[in-house]
């Protein structure tokens, strides 16, 4: 199917029928429900989701195969969330223009960053490309205010030329993203007794995107382009004694990963038509990076599922406070439930950060190759068939370094 | 006029002159020892020849084109391989896709922004790798990691791999270091059947005079950064300078 493998093939579907079936997965908890604050299945969140998955797929085309560590791709994020609010500011509020513009703008952006980063690699690329982003951030926060809208960001107003649309809708609103008229905000309820379950149109046409970027991402792991990469990161010694130039092959490695970096920037403001630097800032990049490792980096699968788990993470999460937890122990008695609560509490809120990160050191430590690795050993664990053919070397991971 | 001319090479680190003024001449075809005691100069001989360092005076000429100032990987796409001391392939990657690497090298050059289509549709570099692997005897490895390899199956991986490129010239570093008997002897029968089956000229340098003396048509000895003598094996194995150069060597 799709000139892939068969194995290829069934993941690819998984992907596509988890996505297309996410507003029920992530609901599974009735409306209303103590447990429904676990639910996921918010337009929202589940945008982020599919935004924050092509922002790590992207990453890494370059982090998985060529081993080259960017810590500055969220700088490619921020151009292409500024060049989609203006082109939604300039021609109109169709996304198809503005997420094609993203991709254009951080294409070149990437090229130019990718060629004078790439002289270097190791630690020093990782600095370089880490300089680059700072340096962008910082330029967006104050001289290019005009450019960027400063601290402030960059939003619609009513004034905008909108050349090839209105500038003002019907009620005398800013105009909302769309796709030939129909809003990237639009969303349908489901009832089915106690549950509720969200459709949103912003959601299902990121989700296809998502579907196509993963599509092309098998088809690069695939290719020999693909194999030149891992090549590269397994011995660039041999490569350059091979006959091969690896400068050129990191440098479309870094430029696809920028591409897709400026496509999620593209759809961030798609769904939600504002900008600003912050989406720059070196923790940003950082994040991604996260992603990946946690996900397990060079394997398909791993960065969609990193940038899910810490998306969750993020704002679930942080949701909890002290009197839901107090709630969920107060069956306990009292001066243990305050010593329980008391214990948990650096954990949830604000401390998600904490979480995260003791999450993240038990994943480098025990699965270094993150949440995929996991999922074979538990596999393995309980002997299915499945475990015997990722074993073979063709197959479809590469643990991290 | 051989197909690789070294003329007048000096190559200085700091204070320490690690090439004199090295002439070299290695003829088509044939199998051309450069041995001598550690330091003389070897290692940097070949790197000067392979672009990883450039000589500071003198010309490498290469089939009449000069390979000083070139990138290492376009040197060996002018038909220059090497053999690196300690076997360089691709430790993450299989050996089939090992020996992939170089065909594609041979076919698509320096860089071919192959993206989409897919590795398995590429018939004919597969073939030719299935090929070499069968000649490398190493058929029945090739789903194996390479790193996994033993080091005697990594060297004839490496060697396989240079192979599969087609050289002219293929350059050896000390290809037997660390190795046992019995392994030394497989590589030297494996160089004598690639010199057999193929128009190939080869360079080695090597320390083991039981290698040298199973192979080389000619040999060089160098000293301290410069030639002492070039002669035929028979000549070489008699003659009093290396005699004095080997000898002064172990007396230290």
């Known amino acids: 199917m799709f000139a892939l493998d068969k194995k290829d093939a069934r993941l690819l579907l998984m992907v596509a029928v988890l996505t297309m079936l996410a507003p029920f997965i992530l609901n599974p908890f009735p409306a209303g429900s103590e447990m429904a604050q676990f639910n996921a299945g918010y337009p929202d969140l589940m945008q982020r989701f599919v935004i924050f998955g092509i922002f790590a797929i992207g990453f890494n085309i370059l982090f998985g195969l060529t081993g080259y560590l960017s810590f500055g791709h969220a700088a490619f994020l921020g151009v292409g969330s500024y060049s989609a609010v203006w082109m939604f500011k300039l021609l109109s509020m169709n996304v198809l223009p503005a997420i094609a513009l993203s991709v254009v703008v951080a294409g070149l952006f990437s090229v130019v960053i990718g060629f004078i980063s790439l002289r270097r690699s190791g630690i020093y690329f990782s600095i370089l490309t880490l300089a680059f982003a700072q340096m962008s951030f910082a330029l967006a926060y104050s001289v290019l205010t005009p450019i960027t809208g400063g601290e402030t960001g960059l939003q619609l107003a009513l004034d905008d030329p909108r050349i090839l649309d209105v500038a003002a809708s019907a009620t005398g609103n800013i105009p909302v993203p769309g796709l030939f008229g129909l809003e990237m905000r639009a969303s349908t309820n489901l009832e089915l007794g106690p549950w509720v379950f969200t459709f949103n149109v912003g959601y299902y046409f990121s989700a296809l995107i998502m579907l196509a970027a993963f599509y092309l991402a098998i088809r690069i792991f695939r290719s020999p382009f693909g194999m030149m990469l891992r090549a590269i990161k397994s011995n660039q010694q041999r490569l350059n004694y091979t006959g091969l130039n690896a400068r ?113 050191m038990a994943v480098v430590i025990f699965l270094p190759g993150g949440l995929v690795e996991g999922g074979q050993r538990i596999g393995r664990m309980f002997g299915r068939k499945k475990s015997e053919e990722k074993d073979k070397p063709s197959g479809k991971t590469t643990p991290a370094e | 006029m051989g197909i690789l001319e070294v003329k007048n090479v000096g190559k200085r680190f700091g204070g320490l002159q690690a090439l004199g003024n090295v002439n070299l001449s290695v003829a088509e075809n044939s199998v051309h020892a450069i041995i001598g005691p550690n330091g003389a100069g070897k290692s940097t001989l070949l790197n000067c020849l392979v672009g990883k360092l450039i000589p500071d005076t003198g010309s490498v000429m290469f089939d009449g084109q000069s390979v000083l100032g070139r990138a290492p990987h376009e040197i060996n796409q002018m038909g220059i391989s090497r053999v690196f001391q300690t076997p360089e392939i691709f430790g993450d990657l299989s050996v089939l896709e090992n020996m992939m690497i170089p065909c594609f090298a041979k076919r698509d050059g320096a860089f071919e922004m192959n993206a989409i289509t897919s590795v398995v549709s590429q018939k004919d570099v597969i073939a030719k790798a299935e090929a070499m692997l069968e000649d490398m005897n190493m058929a029945d490895k090739r789903h194996m990691h390479a790193a996994s390899l033993s080091r005697g199956d990594k060297r004839r991986l490496e060697i396989g791999m240079c192979l599969s490129q087609e050289p002219r010239l293929l350059l050896l570093d000390e290809p037997t270091a660390g190795m046992a008997r019995a392994d030394t002897n497989n590589t030297i029968d494996l160089l004598k059947q690639i010199k057999q089956d193929r128009d190939i000229t080869i360079a080695i340098i090597e320390h083991d005079m039981h290698v040298v003396f199973s192979l080389a048509e000619r040999i060089t000895v160098l000293a301290q950064g410069t030639p002492l003598v070039e002669d035929s094996p028979e000549n070489i194995k008699g003659h009093p300078k290396v005699r004095e150069a080997y000898l002064g060597e172990t007396a230290h």
């Not at chain 1, 009197?323 to 401390?351: C, N, R, T």
């Not at chain 1, 998600?352 to 990160?357: D, E, M, N, P, S």
């Open chain 1, 248 to 360: 050129p092959y990191t440098l479309a490695a870094f430029v696809i990963s920028g591409m897709y970096a400026g496509l999620a920037g593209g759809l961030m403001a798609a769904m939600d038509p504002l900008a600003g630097a912050e989406r720059m800032f070196w923790t940003a990049s950082g994040e991604v990076v996260l992603m990946t490792i946690l996900g397990g980096a060079g394997t398909l699968i791993g960065p969609v599922l990193g940038a899910g788990f810490i998306k969750y993470m993020e704002n679930i999460i942080s949701k909890i406070n002290e009197s839901i937890l107090h709630q969920w122990f107060y069956w306990l008695p009292d001066g243990l439930e305050d010593f329980v609560v008391a214990m948990i509490y650096p954990f949830i809120g604000k401390g998600w950060h904490l979480t995260l990160g003791l999450l993240f």
